[in-house]
């Protein structure tokens, strides 16, 4: 476990997230941790679901899939 707020000392980790979203417009924080942009956010951006990640101090990376299909269940 990761206390809250202290930063994770990771090569990897694994994020699972069950969603019912009424809406994919616009931007929407679905899990993450520390402030935003810091350590990792999974959200709505621009019709995809991204997952920015911190690997350093103010360095990100990040990957994209399609954001699910609003009204139904999607893992």
Do not use: C, I
């Amino acid at each position: 476990m990761v206390e809250p707020g202290k930063a994770f000392d990771a090569e990897a980790f694994t994020v699972a997230l069950w969603a019912n979203l009424n809406s994919v417009e616009g931007s929407q924080v679905l899990a993450g941790r520390g402030p935003a942009a810091r350590q990792f956010t999974l959200y709505l951006y621009h019709g995809r679901v991204r997952m920015l990640v911190e690997f350093t101090g103010g360095r990100h990376t990040h990957a994209n899939v399609p954001a699910p299909r609003p009204g139904a269940w999607s893992d």
